[in-house]
Nanobody, 122 residues
Framework: QVQLVESGGGVVQHGGSLRLSCAAS????????MGWYRQAPGKQRGLVAT???????NYADFVKGRFAISRDDAKNTVYLQMNSLRPEDTAVYYC????????????????WGQGTQVTVSS
């Protein structure tokens, strides 16, 4: 059983910073791409940022220059450093990790965290 546990959400003022963490636990062989998504009220869940196992990052345009994604493979953890936060960044943030369960099979499965609320006040 694989589980992702998120932490780091909260309430912050416009222009403030937060750091989200998402740690994977359980039995598995390796983690491929890790990422963060967000869902605001009344909107669909959308991509915020991803990072591959090789360290290549990809960001949504609306967070470029403000957010930074990183990973610590020794801790099976992905981070999202969020700076210069804006009220429109208010959403539930979900982490996603594509995990290879078995050494024998290269197939990966996507796992989601439970979500953490980020609220930015104006």
């Amino acid at each position: 059983q694989v589980q992702l546990v998120e932490s780091g959400g909260g309430v912050v003022q416009h222009g403030g910073s937060l750091r989200l963490s998402c740690a994977a636990s359980g039995t598995f062989f390796s983690i491929n791409t890790m990422g963060w998504y967000r869902q605001a009220p009344g909107k669909q869940r959308g991509l915020v940022a991803t990072i591959t196992s090789g360290g290549t990052t990809n960001y949504a345009d609306f967070v470029k220059g403000r957010f930074a994604i990183s990973r610590d493979d020794a801790k099976n953890t992905v981070y999202l450093q969020m700076n210069s936060l804006r009220p429109e960044d208010t959403a539930v943030y979900y982490c996603n990790q594509r995990i290879q369960r078995s050494r024998v099979s290269p197939l990966t499965q996507a796992y989601w965290g439970q979500g953490t609320q980020v609220t930015v006040s104006s």
